[in-house]
């Protein structure tokens, strides 16, 4: 065979392989429509998780003051109770990237971060890998030194969390990425060019999050700042593609709805729609609610008074019935400048750890049921499982009540939404307490005798109290 014979063979042979390569690969890859995109299922693992950690910490910490807006308040819309803030405690001159070096970290030990959240009962976290002020937790090759790395901590702060994390728990580890930056000027520059321009996306949005997502894997991508402009500016279909076809997490990562104008509450793995949402109803798609222990602020503060931060029976409350209409929930704290949790948001977490505990089983995989509210009692929530026995093959429902109030005065509650279903019964019990309650039927549904209140509190069942009704299909 002739030499060039042989670079002929060679060249339709590399041609041949590399299209039947390509063809291969195409085959359930995304477009870069919202129809394409929008078809991608969600991965398992999110609908299963239900309950996760949010974490807003960046320079804010510092001040400490009024919320994590604390840049664009003070010397962009020049609030007048934060330019008093800065002029009784701060020196003339003094700039906003003056706190860089005060965000010390210095008591930050992300074992003891991942442990607590383990021990909270939730199965994934996420990180503000950056905030709208542009400063990252990682050290970025595109924020000019604005970093953890070369300012403030000198540490690569979500290597270490996103290390500890998955070497210390079984929990999922996730980002929030802020697209817009209050005072960029590349971002400044395209949006006086009504973002026909798109210098700060080619150069800061795009390469960032390529690095953030190659590097670090997350697993959740939890974008905002998007509003000001529609998603055609942000590429945000372009990322999408990228992200489902070819990024190192393609097959696991869920993301979020704020992509841009025209984005919110219709894209997205899972929909957002606004800060704190809790529609009450069960929605066609998958949602989450994202809420904050201090009720005024994601980040931390110094000026927080008690009144502020939910009650764990608040925390729980809004577990139940967000789980109850098919939503996760992702429940924020905001750590202080020296790398440490407040007592206050270690409480709380830790009395929704030992509740979930012992009602987990209510919340974790568990399925939207035909009704999410009872229709005789306020303030209890269904959830349900479908099991189906290996040896006899018979289905069977297992429906999970979660009553937020105690009935002292009868010791009993009424279930009305299981007035149709009363004669599939096979057994009710509590969670926690697993002797067979009694119940009996009645007009408006089934009553439901709770166990003796000194039992109850022997097991210190509190916040809410799960009842776990067999039914057979």
């Not at 593609?241 to 990562?253: A, F, G, K, M």
């Not at 005024?296 to 939910?310: I, V, Y």
Request: glycine share 6%.
């Amino acid at each position: 065979m002739s030499l060039r014979c042989l670079l002929v063979c060679m060249v339709i042979w590399i041609h041949s392989t590399s299209a039947g390569y390509i063809q291969e690969n195409e085959v359930g890859q995304y477009e870069p429509t919202w129809e394409s995109l929008d078809s991608r299922p969600l991965p398992q693992w999110y609908d299963d998780a239900k309950v996760g950690i949010f974490l807003h910490w960046g320079v804010y910490a510092v001040p400490s003051y009024g919320s994590e807006w604390f840049w664009i308040n003070w010397q962009g819309s020049k609030y007048e109770n934060y330019v008093e803030f800065m002029t009784k405690n701060f020196k003339p001159g003094f700039t906003y990237q003056d706190f860089a070096s005060d965000f010390t970290a210095e008591l930050f030990n992300a074992t003891e971060w991942a442990l607590l959240f383990a021990k909270s009962g939730a199965r994934y976290v996420v990180l503000t890998s950056k905030h709208h002020e542009g400063f990252t937790l990682w050290p970025s090759k595109y924020t000019f030194s604005w970093n953890s790395l070369d300012v403030g901590p000198h540490r690569d702060i979500l290597g270490e969390l996103s290390t500890a994390i998955r070497n210390n728990t079984k929990l999922t580890f996730g980002v929030y990425y802020s697209l817009f930056e209050w005072f960029n000027r590349l971002y400044e520059d395209d949006k006086l060019h009504v973002f026909l321009k798109h210098d700060y996306v080619d150069f800061k949005v795009w390469p960032e999050l390529k690095e953030l997502i190659t590097k670090y894997k997350p697993e959740v991508l939890w974008s905002d700042g998007d509003w000001e402009a529609p998603d055609g500016y942000w590429k945000a279909k372009e990322f999408f593609t990228w992200l489902y076809n070819e990024s190192p997490v393609r097959d696991t990562i869920v993301t979020n709805d704020r992509w841009g104008i025209g984005t919110l509450c219709l894209h997205g793995d899972f929909r957002t729609c606004h800060d704190r949402y809790n529609p009450g109803v069960l929605q066609p798609h998958k949602w989450e609610n994202a809420l904050t222990i201090d009720k005024k602020s994601w980040g931390h503060r110094q000026d927080a008074r008690l009144e502020d931060f939910m009650t764990s029976e608040e925390l729980i409350a809004e577990i139940a019935s967000t789980v109850s209409c098919g939503g996760n929930i992702l429940i924020n704290v905001g750590p202080t400048k020296y790398g440490t949790i407040d007592a206050i948001f270690e409480e709380r977490l830790t009395h929704m750890g030992r509740w979930l505990k012992t009602n987990g089983e209510a919340i974790y995989k568990s399925r939207p049921w035909t009704y999410q509210n009872d229709t005789a009692t306020p303030n209890v929530w269904y959830t349900s499982k479908t099991l189906k026995t290996v040896d006899e093959g018979v289905n069977f429902t297992n429906v999970y009540a979660i009553v937020l109030n105690y009935p002292f005065k009868t010791n009993s509650v009424v279930l009305g939404a299981l007035d149709k279903h009363y004669a599939k019964i096979v057994q009710i019990t509590m969670l926690g307490f697993n002797t067979s309650l009694k119940w009996k039927p009645m007009e408006t549904g089934i009553q439901v005798e709770f166990p003796p209140k000194n039992e109850i509190d022997r097991l210190q069942l509190h916040l809410a109290w799960t009842l776990k009704i067999v039914l057979s299909t």
